[in-house]
């Protein structure tokens, strides 16, 4: 017999009764039914129960354990009582009556239970991390995520991708966020950079002629956290094709996400259509780019049956250039206490409120009310209501203004009203391509810069780089599913000359354009195939699959919200010594 154990706590059954057997694990917890010891005895594998009264050898043992006191066990395998059977454990139908216990490793009073799930904060949870594990439901998602990992690996190799690495130290690529630089000791004053991503590296994959690339790729970003972002960083299954269009690029990645969430889901539906939606109409139906098309409330421009109108707000707002109305419509919302709750909504948003028509039952029949219908008069409002498709016991909400500055609160608000009025089906993912992104943005210095990735390929090639920057789409693409971003994508631009007028319009000249990215140019002067890719967070497919809201709670040793790891004590000073190596000198905060 092993030294350890003869089984796992998940492995007996009815079939081993009567068996000598060896348990090692963790006390679970512990019960005492008046000299009758109840032990649940708990490893990776599962639970199974161990028994022990006054005539055990090893009771004055067992009595006196700590709840995570690491233990070893012998025992005979025994039937339970049919009335004491727990079936919700594989191993319900047997106990082990302990005839011999060893403790392996003691343990101190806890900082935070494991058994049970109650809610601690986080920064315990964080500083004890390995105690947090221990727990059934962060143990459950570590492993569902170590489960879809190894699904990915093997989906990417039967669709006829190879996995190769990429560096990990290599030089500052601009990728949307702020590189983590790391000093070079052998070459004074200058660093490296972790990667962002394995963008420059996957193109000369393709460039060097091995045609389908993949790797779960880890990427390092210096970024502000949120509850679906790491702050520093994450994994992703990131892959790179050649001679392919935006098309092709869906036909090979569709059926490995698809094939994921009906594996992982937990019997969720997978919705079969995934529209191609463009980033304008998002924006305009949905308030974001990563839309989640589980809630059916779409918005509209309004802004005809205002201009000019009574309701001197609005009317006056669109005496302005560029400016807009849009309306939110609430299905079953119509009622003064609803628009009262999401008037307080927008005030927690900094708005001064949301402007709003509701359909009641009156003395003639259906009526309209609200301040902004009574300025508005009936024939507007009901123009407002053919509109939208609206009738009695419903509502609209407005917003207006120049659409860049309220499009992401009117998004929050789209998700509030059909939260709130349970337009939501939680049973399904729902998944849309978000295509024709703009190359280019203006930014409050006035300065054009990317608005995406910088080595996409702009619609239209150099003849669309010789109008306005700001009216260029790019072959860029993002995948939405439930609200949140997936993959991230696009046709790359492999024709130098290309490249360097995208980047002279964003404010980069040639010289910094060879001495940034030199590598890469260099190689597209020696044939360079037309190739696309994209990159799928795994972090938030798992946590999507484990129906959890916080990305921490998918990965094993997280980063807190100040990406401080409090368990490890990063980040930490570094020596003098480890200073002088590196010549550098830290200066202070006064």
Same mark, same amino acid.
């Given at each position: ?61 067992? !009595?006196? +354990?700590? &709840?995570?006191?690491?233990? %070893? ?5 025994? #039937? *339970? /009582? @049919? ?52 727990? !059934?439901? +962060?143990? &459950?998602?570590?492993?569902? %995520? ?5 699904? #990915? *690996? /093997? @989906? ?69 956290? *949120? ?364």
């Amino acid at each position: 017999m092993s030294a350890y154990r003869s089984h796992t706590c998940g492995q007996l059954s009815a079939a081993d009764a009567g068996a000598e057997v060896r348990l090692s694990g963790w006390v679970h917890r512990v019960r005492d039914h008046g000299g009758v010891l109840f032990i649940d005895l708990r490893d990776h594998y599962g639970i199974t129960q161990v028994i022990a009264d006054g005539d055990s050898p090893a009771f004055a043992l067992l !009595e006196k +354990l700590r &709840a995570e006191t690491v233990i %070893r066990v012998d025992g005979r395998v025994k #039937l *339970r /009582d @049919a009335a004491l059977v727990n079936p919700k454990l594989p191993t319900g139908a047997i106990e082990v009556y302990a005839t011999d216990a060893e403790v392996l490793g003691p343990a101190d009073d806890l900082p935070l239970p494991v058994f049970g799930d109650l809610d601690y904060p986080e920064e315990t949870r964080l500083a004890y991390r390995f105690l947090d594990l221990r727990r !059934e439901s +962060l143990h &459950a998602n570590i492993m569902l %995520r170590a489960r879809v990992i190894r699904w #990915l *690996r /093997d @989906a990417m190799w039967d669709a006829g991708f190879t996995e190769f690495q990429t560096p990990i130290i290599t030089a500052s690529s601009p990728e949307g966020a702020r590189d983590f630089l790391v000093p070079s000791r052998l070459h004074p004053g200058k660093f490296y950079a972790l990667p962002q991503a394995p963008q420059q590296f996957k193109q000369l994959i393709m460039v060097a002629g091995f045609d389908r690339y993949f790797q779960i790729a880890p990427c390092f970003r210096d970024e502000d956290p *949120r509850a679906d972002r790491s702050p520093t960083d994450f994994y992703q299954l990131d892959m790179e094709m050649s001679f392919v269009e935006q098309e092709d690029v869906f036909a090979a990645i569709e059926p490995v996400i698809r094939g994921v969430f009906e594996q992982f889901g937990g019997g969720r539906r997978v919705e079969a259509d995934w529209p191609r939606i463009p980033y304008a109409e998002a924006m305009l139906k949905y308030g974001t780019d990563k839309p989640d098309l589980r809630n059916p409330i779409e918005m509209q421009v309004v802004s005809e049956h205002f201009r000019g109108s009574g309701f001197a707000i609005f009317a006056g707002l669109l005496e302005q250039e560029g400016t807009q109305i849009r309306a939110i419509p609430a299905p079953r919302g119509g009622s003064r206490k609803f628009a009262d709750r999401m008037n307080a909504f927008a005030q927690a948003q900094g708005l001064p409120g949301m402007g709003y028509i509701f359909w009641r039952r009156g003395e003639a029949g259906t009526e309209a009310a609200g301040p902004i219908a009574k300025a508005l008069g009936e024939g507007p409002v009901e123009a407002i209501r053919a509109q939208l498709g609206l009738g009695e016991g419903d509502a609209v909400f407005f917003l207006g203004g120049r659409p860049e500055q309220f499009e992401a609160v009117a998004g929050r608000a789209r998700t509030e009203i059909g939260r709130e009025l349970g337009l939501i089906d939680e049973d399904q993912f729902r998944f849309a391509w978000i295509v024709d992104f703009p190359m280019y943005e203006k930014g409050e210095d006035g300065r054009i810069d990317f608005s995406h990735n910088p080595f996409s390929m702009p619609q239209g090639g150099m003849e669309a780089l010789a109008g306005d920057p700001l009216e260029v789409l790019g072959y860029q693409y993002d995948l939405a599913c439930n609200g949140y971003e997936l993959v991230s994508g696009a046709i790359r631009n492999h024709r130098p000359e290309i490249m360097f007028k995208a980047f002279d319009l964003a404010g980069y000249g040639r010289e910094e354009v060879e001495k940034r990215f030199g590598g890469m140019v260099k190689a597209f002067r020696y044939g360079a195939p037309p190739h696309g890719g994209c990159a799928a967070g795994i972090d938030r497919i798992v946590m999507l699959l484990a129906d959890e809201s916080n990305i921490r709670e998918v990965i094993m040793f997280p980063m807190n919200q100040r990406a401080e790891d409090l368990m490890m004590g990063a980040p930490s000073e570094p020596t003098g010594e480890q200073l002088r190596e590196l010549r550098l000198r830290v200066i202070r905060e006064e």
